[in-house]
């Protein structure tokens, strides 16, 4: 892209609400203070967002980034990809969503997780021994933070002790640490090990008072993906799983204060349960966090600046001089109907006008 781009008379979101009319120019891949104007787009009566962050997704090639891109999700963080030449592939993608990526999660030899085809041998951890093995393969793939898969059954998933030194060695290597915990025990779990963030939301039961408070203590952060959830409990409704479980623990921890992001688990794998749809289910997930209590602010902070804060993602997340010009522009106002979201005018992927 050459020249300056300006978004003429829009309402900006900044995390707290919208601002007054204003003009944001973009040159090159940033936004910038000011400019002489090349191209102008009239934004009056629309809403400019920060491009959207899928805080949990999987990607099997472009079309899911580029799926994304065009629903305004402009960053992806993957939590399970494999080979690493694949998810270097991935990581070079433009005019698509950019990801960040996992790759090869940590999970028990008993679990589902095991039994994929074509599951990566490495990423089997059985015992505290090889936890400090695995997290040195993670770091020498360049892993963006750590993935593992939490059981309440250590005949299925791993032992405490197991999963306590895979926390303990990314920490060692300042790695965030993300916890897939889709059981009361398995969230136990994770929270005993002293993970960073917990990703889904039970479905066998309403977090208890004692697992909410610890997490609130320690900053635990959640992405309960309820989009997930909801698509989970009912395909396997014979299996006792009730979705109202997972929205009922999001509005317990919203109501204790406990970070809430916006992700979906998108995918696109054959075989799967359920699969949530790269980029629009993440405007279902906005719509069923405000259901589950939040505001609109709330869940639209939780899809922008809390998941660029919480992974570190210091040039996107807010719109300001600097930035990455990942952008999305909207009719409505989503600070009062968060279906606005879904009223998508244009998106700009790193200054690039793909929509």
């Given at each position: 892209?050459?020249g300056?781009?300006a978004i ?10 919208l601002?007054e009319?204003?003009?944001?120019y973009?040159?090159g ?9 090349d ?5 009056t ?6 491009g ?5 997704m ?5 079309r899911?980034?580029a ?5 305004g ?18 990581r070079?993608?433009t ?17 589902n997780?095991?039994r994929?085809p ?10 505290p021994?090889?936890a ?10 360049g892993a ?12 299925d998933?791993?032992?405490?002790d ?5 926390v ?7 790695l965030?640490?993300?916890?897939h ?5 398995a969230?136990r779990v ?15 039961a ?5 697992i ?6 320690t900053g635990?952060?959640?992405s309960?993906?309820l ?16 979705y ?8 317990k921890?919203h109501?204790?204060g406990?970070r ?9 794998a054959p075989?799967?349960?359920f ?6 289910s993440?405007?279902?997930?906005l719509g ?7 505001t609109?602010v709330?869940a639209l ?6 998941a ?6 210091n040039?996107?997340?807010?719109i300001?001089?600097?930035s ?11 600070t ?7 009223k998508?005018?244009?998106v700009?992927?790193?200054g690039?006008r793909?929509r």
């Amino acid at each position: 892209m050459t020249g300056v781009t300006a978004i003429d008379g829009v309402r900006v979101f900044n995390g707290e609400g919208l601002t007054e009319p204003q003009r944001v120019y973009v040159e090159g891949t940033q936004i910038v203070a000011t400019g002489a104007a090349d191209v102008v787009v009239d934004g009056t009566g629309k809403v400019l967002l920060p491009g959207l962050i899928d805080s949990h997704m999987h990607t099997l090639g472009r079309r899911d980034l580029a799926s994304l891109a065009r629903w305004g999700v402009t960053t992806g963080l993957d939590m399970a990809a494999w080979p690493l030449p694949f998810v270097s592939e991935m990581r070079a993608q433009t005019g698509v969503a950019q990801i960040l990526s996992a790759t090869t999660p940590a999970v028990g030899p008993g679990g589902n997780h095991a039994r994929m085809p074509g599951f990566p041998g490495d990423g089997i951890v059985t015992n505290p021994q090889e936890a400090h093995t695995f997290v040195e393969r993670r770091v020498a793939d360049g892993a963006d933070y750590i993935k593992i898969v939490t059981e309440a059954a250590p005949s299925d998933g791993m032992d405490q002790d197991t999963v306590n030194a895979i926390v303990n060695a990314a920490h060692e290597h300042d790695l965030l640490v993300v916890a897939h915990s889709v059981t009361t025990g398995a969230f136990r779990v994770a929270v005993e090990a002293g993970v960073d963030i917990s990703t889904h939301a039970p479905l066998d039961a309403v977090l208890d008072d004692d697992i909410v408070l610890r997490m609130r203590d320690t900053g635990m952060v959640c992405s309960p993906t309820l989009t997930m959830m909801r698509g989970i409990a009912a395909v396997r409704a014979g299996a006792g799983l009730r979705y109202e479980y997972a929205r009922d623990t999001v509005t317990k921890l919203h109501e204790a204060g406990i970070r809430l992001l916006v992700g979906t688990d998108a995918n696109s794998a054959p075989g799967v349960p359920f699969a949530p749809k790269h980029g629009e289910s993440l405007h279902d997930e906005l719509g069923l966090m405000v259901d589950a209590g939040l505001t609109p602010v709330e869940a639209l902070r939780g899809a922008t600046s809390l998941a660029a804060q919480t992974f570190a993602l210091n040039d996107r997340g807010l719109i300001r001089p600097g930035s990455r010009a990942d952008l999305l522009l909207v009719d409505g106002d989503p600070t009062i109907d968060i279906s606005a979201t879904r009223k998508i005018d244009s998106v700009w992927i790193a200054g690039e006008r793909i929509r």
